[in-house]
């Protein structure tokens, strides 16, 4: 099946799901994941009518935004170092992955530069895997208080990974626990702090995600095939 295949049964899958549990399919939005994908597979994408793009690594971002047209709205998904924030300031709509108030103080500085505003999500590592990026449960409501304070991020929901499972309703709790994560740093009413997202499910959970209540599913090999 081509790319455009691919995204088609994606989507149609994605508004099944959301439909299934009562929810509007258009409260869903696809992050495709492209991370290690040449940007000829982005470009048959955009052709397909897709314009939403996560990316991983700083270099492959850099690479391929510089060559593929500005309509395309980028995410930042992966783990992220202080010293890399420079080369995404200001490009990118939204970063998944903040885990850290020195990360957070980084992303502020740089967009400061900008004049632009930084939409942020806060990563937790819900399962305690030691191979995943994110804060911990018990530390994420801190982490929302301190990066509050900071003028020019603006933190839009959650975002997680849960452990593979073959078994996609096993990462169901997982979902729970970041929906009910978001909604107790929401009852906090920090100002201007929104929980308007949840970034959780991908190519093997998303509609166990869907079902939980996910806004942005970030979905790679579904799309694309294997990583390269």
Known sequence: MSI??????????????????????????????SKTQPASAVQDAIEAGHLLFGENYVQEFREKSSILPDVIEW????????????????QTKLIHSVDRISLARELDRQWEKTGQICNILLQVNLSGEETKSGTTVSEVIQLARDTARLPNLSIRGLMTMPPFFDQPDRARPYFRELRKLSRAIADLKLPGVRMDELSMGMSG??????????TLVRVGSAIFGERL
Request: with cysteine; proline share 2%; net charge neutral.
């Open 4 to 33: 455009a295949d691919n995204l088609h049964a994606v989507q149609e899958r994605i508004s099944k799901a959301a439909l299934k549990c009562g929810r509007d399919p258009h409260a869903v939005r696809l992050v495709a994941v």
């Open 205 to 214: 959970d998303f509609e166990v995600a869907i079902e939980e209540g996910a």
């Open 75 to 90: 995410h930042f998904i992966g783990s992220l170092q202080t010293n890399k924030v420079k080369y995404l300031s200001g």
